[in-house]
């Protein structure tokens, strides 16, 4: 079967595509909206606020999530803030520049469409938040308080101290109770999501496991929406949760879904450094710390082994304000981490091993007092100096970029429908709205945006247009697919090996960072795609899975997990092998400008990389959406 790309993008200006879209787009009556069920896999900020809101509308919403409540999902873990467009504090922020900013920040390899509408509804977002009691920040006349981020020159964050998406995730939360205590949505704990059932090419279903008893089970659908998030933990060492994985998003490629630009993965700037070989996950700090923290190292390599106290101001390089003055320690994630980086790589980084830079909060501290510090940051120095034992008052943190977020995800038209028909993606588990590479405080803004506003419109237009009915859990490919995951499970249980899971894994993901990180070049990833299918082969031959399938097994969720790492990290390595350029969180150190900067080729890459599955072991074939703008023009970006 060949498939075409149809982004289906409204024609016209693009600040009215999507007032256009609403428009002309197909609705179903009220009345019967119960006639319709909706899947909803993950119940982060994304999930949740879809499943409530379609539980909201009328719709039958399933909603399913492997923690053992939605408000354990990992949007919690999000600090700094969320953008909008609300322009508060008068300093030149409107719907365009955000817009503009974040085509930019994204190196100019994103949707324009898209970012658009990301901006538009961006100022809703805000407001429904704060209905639900959201406890932004506020200045002292009462108004919400806002603060920068990378990659901006105006105010637009809204933040909840350091913990805006914990505060977020309750709104939702409570939102989408309401809806399971109303009987619109009926919530699936401890349940993960193992495969999806297409019925005449449509999405009509997935494969669940029970976490906790085991019981594999089928569940049909009228359509599926899929808010799983992404897939950093490829590279075992990632500041996702444990249980992050791309399990959802690749089963569904391996149905027919496209998989757009997985090569775009973001590299955080704001990390704590990696401590020793017994990590299994790393922290982020907030960048919003890089409001009042300034990034250093020192200018002399025999200067690492002291403490800053003994290397005076003259002998410290604050190389962002250095290299990038207008934008100084908010430049952009990509381009803070690969300084970081670079710094380190010539022997100046502090502490152990050299992986570190200073985030030094002495001025800001002198200028404001520590009052106001501990104010907008004291759970997050809290946090620090119960990881480190360091008091980040007294002395400045350390800092290292690792792996956080990821831009790419499974391809989706602007109504946010995958080419598989019925199969909607929303949030990090999509690719639409960042490009190749997110703005900070832009990942709870496109979760949210997706899952109150977009989604909710969208999908009726879906039903209202096509006509195939809802088969029963009965039906063949349910019963095919039901007997594909147990054969599946059997198998990894059989297998008997000496590794362990955890062993795998990591193996992968040092291969991965090493070769496919921060820096990636043709040899590397040569050698990461002749590699990974070695660890592959062997994973099947001599994993150690304990326990069996009709119990509580963690060793088998992460095996599952791991297996589609194997498969989707050599997915990851042809995309950056076959885009010869460096843009955003993709940098080919074979194309870089005679300063160090990412080095685009608009001619040959400006567009959407969508990878078929083709079988394992079997090259992917590559589909090309070419990326137009009709506001914007592409430049080189420089935050200098």
């Not at 006639?35 to 999930?47: C, H, P, Q, R, S």
């Not at 919690?76 to 955000?98: C, H, W």
């Not at 990590?279 to 403490?307: A, I």
């Amino acid at each position: 079967m060949s498939i075409t790309l149809e982004s289906k993008i409204p024609s016209g200006p693009v600040g009215l595509k999507w007032s256009k879209y609403r428009q002309e787009m197909k609705l179903v009556n009220p009345a019967n909206k119960r006639k319709f069920d909706v899947i909803v896999v993950g119940t982060g900020l994304a999930g949740a606020s879809a499943a409530a809101t379609l539980g909201e509308l009328g719709y039958n919403v399933k909603a399913f999530c492997f923690q053992d409540s939605p408000r354990r999902a990992h949007s919690i873990a999000a600090q700094g803030g969320i953008n909008a467009a609300k322009n508060y504090r008068n300093d030149g922020d409107s719907v365009f520049r955000l817009f503009y900013d974040t085509i930019k920040g994204g190196d100019f390899r994103a949707r324009e469409a898209n970012v658009h509408r990301l901006a538009e509804v961006s100022v809703n977002i805000i407001d429904q938040c704060v209905a639900q009691g959201v406890p932004f920040a506020r200045e002292y006349g009462g108004l919400l308080d806002n603060r920068s981020f990378g990659g901006a020159q105006v105010s637009r964050t809204f933040y909840a101290r350091g913990q805006t998406g914990q505060q977020l995730l309750i709104g939702a939360y409570q939102a989408l109770s309401r809806q399971i205590q109303a009987g619109t949505v009926k919530m699936y704990a401890r349940t993960e999501m193992l495969d999806i059932v297409l019925v005449d090419g449509h999405a009509k279903g997935i494969i669940t496991r029970d976490l906790v008893t085991g019981k594999i089970e089928a569940h049909a659908g009228d359509a599926v929406v899929l808010a799983t998030g992404g897939y950093g933990n490829v590279f075992y060492l990632s500041t996702n949760a444990k249980g992050c994985n791309v399990t959802a998003t690749w089963r569904a490629h391996k149905k027919g879904a496209l998989f757009a630009n997985p090569c775009y993965t973001q590299i955080h700037p704001t990390c704590i450094p990696v401590s020793g070989d017994h990590q299994s996950k790393l922290t982020l700090m907030s960048e919003s710390l890089r409001n009042d923290g300034r990034v250093w190292v020192p200018k002399k390599k025999d200067d690492c082994g002291k403490t800053p106290h003994q290397i005076p101001e003259s002998d410290r390089d604050y190389y962002l304000e250095r290299k990038y003055p207008s934008y100084g320690n908010l430049a952009p994630r990509d381009i803070a981490s690969r300084a970081a980086k670079e710094a380190c790589d010539k022997g100046l980084g502090v502490g152990p091993g050299g992986r570190g830079v200073y985030l030094d909060f002495s001025a800001s501290i002198k200028r404001l007092g520590r009052n106001k510090i501990e104010e907008r940051y004291g759970n997050l120095f809290e946090m620090y100096e119960r990881i480190t034992g360091e008091n980040a008052y007294e002395q400045p943190m350390r800092i290292y970029p690792a792996i956080h977020y990821t831009m790419g995800g499974l391809w989706v038209d602007y109504e946010l429908m995958s080419n598989v028909p019925g199969l909607f993606v929303i949030g990090e588990a999509n690719f639409s709205d960042h490009g190749a590479n997110r703005l900070g405080a832009s990942a709870l803004m496109q979760g949210l945006a997706d899952g109150y506003f977009v989604l909710p419109q969208t999908i009726g237009g879906y039903f209202a247009t096509n006509k195939n009915g809802r088969p029963t859990a009965d039906h063949p490919e349910f019963k095919k697919t039901l007997e594909d995951v147990n054969t599946r499970i059997n198998t990894l249980l059989s297998i008997k090996g000496k590794r362990t899971v955890s062993d795998f894994h990591r193996e992968l993901g040092k291969l991965i960072w090493d070769n496919v990180g921060m820096a990636r070049t043709e040899a590397s990833l040569k050698q990461a795609l002749q590699r990974i299918p070695e660890i592959r082969a062997e994973f099947w031959e001599n994993v150690n899975v304990l326990g069996d399938g009709n119990e509580l097994n963690p060793a088998l969720e992460h095996a599952g997990r791991v297996a589609d790492f194997l498969e989707f990290g050599e997915l990851l390595a042809y995309d950056a092998l076959q885009r010869e350029e460096s843009c955003g969180g993709h940098f080919r150190e074979e194309y870089q400008t005679e300063d160090g900067e990412a080095l685009r080729n608009d001619e040959k890459y400006a567009y959407v990389a969508a990878w078929e599955y083709k079988g394992v072991d079997q090259f992917p074939v590559l589909h090309k959406e070419s990326l137009v703008y009709e506001e914007v023009h592409m430049t080189q970006r420089s935050y200098k």
